[in-house]
């Protein structure tokens, strides 16, 4: 759709939104003072509400915004207003008898009529919305990605910011919340409603921000308050009339799904949640994104990603960002860790972030980070709140179904009562009932009722138990795979490894999905995939037992086991496919062979994973397939194909198999043992790649086995390991003697530990202190005797650039890390890189004021004063322009971002806060070359021994992403100020600041070499817009004179007529100064004319004569 037509689609849903609220308020008030008000009416507030939730939820999914939506919304609009109406024309006083407030008494027949078709009409359109957004959602979840991986395929350079968008997406919440709300179905007006009157709830949401923990067991609704929550949130802070926005964000976790159970996948969807609210936000992304490319999303990059995440947040002025973030406690242990560290000190960090987490309160490490702050426990802080919404519950429930089976009145309060009773307060036990009831007989829904076990665990046991003993092997095999499998199966992968025979007249699939019925409610299918229904079905599978109590058929305590087989079974399942296809290897992308082995990918992807979680049950592994593990053939195939390399120790090493690294370092009596140990003694390449993988039970054991700590040749494993963020393994080889400066000529691991802006391990590097002399291991101890040596760190260690420590954080913009450095009492702040930039002035032409008041309130580092290296201060660093990128690199052309806001802010810091002069000069600066000045050379010379000169000050100046800082040498022997250096750079917002804010005359010099003011400086760049500027805003004398008695008309003439110089633009400035009234027979200083200069060309290019006589310049520049 059209940007029109979106935004069409959002009022309407703003407009549906309105109108239900109204609409529902009204009708309560006059239910409430009705006697006999039909329960059509009653049901109908419900559904008028459910409809403005699906609007609530169609205004910020951008998916569902389409044409046919509008028209519904609009429908729906039109039919409440028309509603509300009617039953205002019924209305009553207050003060009416008693007898007066019946319907019959204050509605006609042909009125009743009305407003029961108008309800109707309503519950059939939203019926009509619910339908298409399900199918919409559906489209759209299965689209999405593919959208984003064919952004820019049609040969064109990618967009920077698209492309990062691109790896950016992860997963849509918006889509990930409708599914859910397709699932579990709407929810039930009221249920959720107590939370916003809770006074924990009320505080958060006057605070300027904070967090709120809302915790709570299995079953018992969390998913559905965050639904409702994030709705509520959206629409309460809507109506802000005062110009602040409101960014709503929100993320659903899933321990099955990878894209949504780990740190980095929930700030990857919330970033790109803000960037589809405020899409300029996007500037905090690219200046690392434009370095490590799809590098800045990978699992190791939580620290890089989360501070982008608070400083996009930090950078929403006067708004409001909310974020909901349900099943944290679904996350992946270690990535949780990493989260609930941060979220302590969101309160400092992000002032302005309101973040509510849902989740149980287990594991522990959730009570330990967040019982600190607001809280809500579901039970039994919220009990009685949480029992009558389930009460509500019940009755739309037992409505819904007593309607479609005409139960009697008795009835359906008898089972009103027992589902209130037999719950145990719990959401998921009420829908599983309320599901088979609608496959019992009227006359036997007494019986069932009266069989129901109370509370989930035990209904779940009910379930398994009731399958037959014929069943249970396959049962268990299903749930097994449900249970451990790493990603969700779908129903061909799972029928193809359970080996489910088709029949006759059905498929594999089919016949499984009868089979699937064994498991009851325990699971779920979804466009073909299976998992289960619940994370409390999971934890009553592998639940352990109590000793000496009896082990259920259905159980799965024992993990590794269950793990042992799913390994073995995937080994077998590839094996078996290549002794009957040996090209499958080559062939195993194609389409032929999914459909001939649909679960050949998932088991050469995954059986590792599985052997991994085998613990020491994978020594039968070995034993059962000793023969693939020694280099058989299908190993060498699946370890080519799958990891470009078919060493096995390596493979080992790669996939953590530590059980085989066992086998091949510590069992003499093995083959493999003897195999490794004389055909390769050196493993030293195999402990870096245990490092970088995280493998810390390999790193032991080959550090025990005599490696090299330090793995002589190219990057040790410690700069691996700091690298991707392995704390453990850091403090490991730290422990056993590696160096932790790492090797010479490498990238030192400080320097890795803060490109990821890994604050906790640049930490652990800063503090580390060896208890005493570390022995370093070297290779096998038979080879080589240990030394006794010790490290200390190199604050101040360079890279290839020459930047040091504090050089990376501040262009990383990193505060943390920052102030970590300045802690060290060996830091030394005023070190240069390369190109002779200090830390503060890399902060500066970053433009990064949070960084530049760090530095300063250290007390380490002064603002830079002029020298006779650059001869520039403060002021003069931090005018430089970012579009200087264009020059270098083309693709910043397509930025998406207005790059000047950050500008004046570094520039309001420097000037009112640290008190710097905005008239501040450049200093003289001393250089073999000092007789070159770019606006005496322009027109004499040598043209080639000046284009060498400027060439190789480009090439000097060209650092990181900071762009060409052009001839600064040249300016800085020219006592300019900041506003010269602007106007040169185009750099109108920096010139309004200084000529508004900072009261600089206009007409004063702003160049001390010969006096120019800024419309001399203006014209002599050939700067059109500036010259206009000038003249019309700031009302600056166009016959202005430098030292040598020129006029700006002087030096647009001289420079024009300088070979590679743009002559159309010289034309514009030349017409925009004789319209403003310059003289052309001002004479400078030695008496020549504009028109003088223009005559004394020497015509040494004939086109470029030709476009001279055609522009008339001579005659523009005649006396008239």
Not at 210 to 218: C, D, K, R, V, Y
Not at 884 to 902: G, K, M, Q, R, V
Not at 990 to 996: C, D, E, R
Request: net charge negative; charged share 25%.
């Amino acid at each position: 759709m059209s940007g029109a037509k979106v935004l069409g689609v959002i009022a309407a849903s703003e407009q549906l939104v309105e109108a239900a609220f109204k609409l529902a308020k009204f009708v309560k008030a006059v239910v409430d003072q009705i006697q006999d008000a039909p329960d059509q009416i009653r049901r109908g507030v419900g559904r008028i509400e459910s409809l403005a939730s699906l609007a609530a939820q169609i205004k910020t999914t951008k998916p569902l915004q389409t044409e046919d939506v509008k028209n519904i919304l609009i429908r729906c609009e039109s039919y409440m207003r028309e509603l509300q109406t009617l039953l205002e024309k019924i209305s009553f006083k207050h003060n009416d008898a008693l007898r007066k407030k019946t319907w019959k008494a204050i509605c006609g027949l042909q009125e009743e009529e009305d407003i029961m078709k108008l309800f109707a009409v309503l519950h059939q359109e939203y019926s009509t919305l619910d339908t298409h957004i399900n199918l919409r959602t559906n489209a759209v979840a299965e689209a999405v990605l593919a959208k984003l991986t064919n952004l820019d395929t049609q040969g064109q350079p990618a967009n920077p910011s698209k492309k990062c968008l691109q790896d950016l997406f992860i997963t849509d919440s918006a889509i990930d919340r409708a599914k859910l709300i397709t699932s579990k179905g709407e929810i039930v007006s009221g249920t959720c409603d107590w939370i916003a009157q809770r006074k924990e709830f009320v505080n958060w949401i006057a605070s300027g921000g904070g967090l709120l923990w809302i915790s709570g067991g299995p079953g018992l609704g969390k998913t559905m308050l965050s639904i409702y929550l994030t709705e509520y949130l959206s629409s309460y802070f809507r109506p802000l009339g005062d110009g602040k926005r409101h960014f709503s964000t929100f993320f659903f976790c899933d321990a099955k799904d990878n894209t949504r159970n780990n740190s980095v996948a929930i700030v990857r969807g919330l970033l790109f949640q803000l960037l589809q609210q405020r899409g300029d936000l996007i500037k905090h992304i690219l200046p690392t994104y434009e370095v490590q490319e799809e590098k800045t999303f990978q699992q190791n990059s939580f620290e890089t990603i989360w501070s982008i995440l608070i400083r996009m947040i930090n950078d929403v002025g006067d708004s409001q960002v909310s974020c909901v973030l349900d099943g944290l406690d679904e996350c992946e242990p270690a990535s949780l860790q990493d989260l609930l560290n941060k979220l302590k000190n969101i309160p400092s960090s992000s002032p302005k972030l309101k973040i509510i987490v849902l989740s149980r309160e287990h594991p522990s490490c959730l009570e330990f980070s967040l019982g600190q702050f607001l809280r809500i426990r579901l039970d039994p802080d919220a009990r009685a709140e949480v029992s009558n919404g389930l009460d509500l519950y019940i009755s739309a429930r037992v409505a819904e179904i007593s309607k479609s089976k005409k139960y009697p009145d008795q009835l359906t309060n008898n089972v009103t009562r027992i589902l209130r009773h037999k719950s145990a307060g719990t959401y998921l036990w009420i829908s599983f009932v309320v599901q088979d009831l609608h496959n019992v007989e009227v006359s036997e829904v007494e019986e069932s009722l009266d069989q129901l076990p109370r509370g989930l665990y035990p209904l779940y046991e009910r379930i398994l138990n009731q399958v037959g003993q014929d069943y249970r092997g396959l049962t268990l095999d299903i749930l097994r795979w449900c249970t451990f499998a790493v990603e969700p199966l779908t129903l061909s992968q799972l029928a193809s490894i359970l080996k489910i025979k088709p029949t006759d007249l059905l498929d594999q699939e089919s016949v499984l999905r009868g089979k699937l019925t064994y498991c009851g409610h325990f699971l779920s299918i979804t466009n073909d995939v299976i998992s289960l229904v619940h994370q409390s079905a999971y934890d009553f599978l592998t639940r352990k037992i109590p000793n000496h109590g009896e082990i259920p058929w259905f159980s799965l305590s024992s993990a590794e086991v269950e793990q042992s087989r799913l390994a073995s079974a995937c080994i077998a399942y590839f094996h078996d496919a290549y002794l009957e296809d040996v090209a499958i290897f080559e062939n195993m992308d194609e389409k032929d062979t999914k459909f001939r082995y649909p679960f050949f990918l998932y088991a050469t992807h995954q059986w590792h994973n599985h052997f991994n979680h085998s613990s020491q049950h994978g020594i039968r592994i070995l034993e059962e397939y000793s023969q693939f593990f020694f280099n058989s053939p299908v190993w060498i195939k699946w370890a080519h194909r799958v990891l470009y390399g078919s060493d096995v120790m390596s493979v080992a090493a790669r996939l953590g198999l530590t059980v085989l690294m066992q086998r091949i370092l510590e069992d003499k009596g093995h083959r493999l043992y003897w195999k490794y140990l004389f055909a390769r003694g050196d493993r030293e390449e195999d402990l870096r790649i245990a490092s970088a993988n995280g493998h810390l039970s390999i790193v032991k054991l080959l550090l025990k086995h005599g490696v090299n700590v330090d793995a002589g040749g190219g990057d040790t494993p410690l700069a691996y390991a700091s690298y991707f963020g392995h704390r453990e393994i850091v403090e490991c080889l730290l422990a056993s003697g590696a160096n932790i400066n790492g090797a010479e000529g490498e990238v030192p691991p400080l320097l890795n530990a803060i490109s990821t802006r890994n604050s906790q391990m640049v930490r652990l590097l800063l503090e580390w202190k060896p208890h005493h002399s570390t022995r370093p291991r070297r290779n096998w101890p038979l080879l080589g005797k240990t030394t006794t040596r010790e490290h200390s760190l190199d604050v101040n260690c360079q890279d290839f650039p020459e930047d040091t420590p504090l050089h990376l954080a501040v262009e990383e913009g990193s505060i943390e890390i920052i102030r970590l450095l300045l802690q060290h009492p060996d830091i030394d702040a005023k070190l240069v890189n390369k190109w002779g930039l200090s830390p503060m002035q890399s902060a500066l032409i970053y433009r990064q004021a949070d960084v530049v008041q760090c530095l300063v309130k250290s007390g380490k580092v002064p603002l830079p004063q002029p020298d006779e290296n650059w001869g520039c201060g403060a002021i003069h660093f931090a005018t430089y322009h970012y579009t200087e990128f264009n020059s270098l690199h083309t693709t910043f052309a397509d930025i998406l971002y207005e790059p000047l806001a950050d500008q004046i802010e570094i520039l309001q810091l420097i000037t009112e806060e640290l008190g710097v002069d905005p008239q501040f000069r450049t200093a003289k600066v001393s250089r073999p070359d000092d007789r070159w000045h770019l606006h005496h050379t322009v027109d004499d010379g040598d043209d080639d021994e000046l284009s060498n000169s400027l060439s190789l000050l480009n090439r000097r100046f060209s650092y990181r992403g900071i762009g060409r800082m052009t001839f600064m040498d040249q300016h800085g022997s020219c006592y300019e100020t900041a506003l010269s250096l602007c106007v040169q750079r185009d750099n109108e917002t920096a010139i309004s600041y200084f000529l508004g804010s900072c009261n600089v005359d206009p007409s004063a010099s702003c160049r001390g070499c010969d006096g120019a003011t800024a419309l001399h400086v203006a014209a002599q760049n050939l700067r059109v817009d500036i010259v206009r500027l000038l003249l019309s805003k700031w009302k600056v004398d166009v016959n202005c004179m430098d030292r040598f008695e020129r006029t700006p008309l002087h030096l647009v003439v001289s420079t024009m007529l300088s070979p590679r110089r743009d002559i159309t633009r010289g034309k514009d400035i030349i017409t925009e100064l004789v319209a403003a009234g310059a003289q052309r027979t001002a004479m400078d200083i030695h008496g020549h004319t504009p028109r003088d200069l223009f005559e004394a060309r020497e015509v040494a290019d004939q086109e470029r004569e030709e476009v001279f006589k055609s522009m008339e310049l001579e005659k523009l520049l005649r006396d008239e």
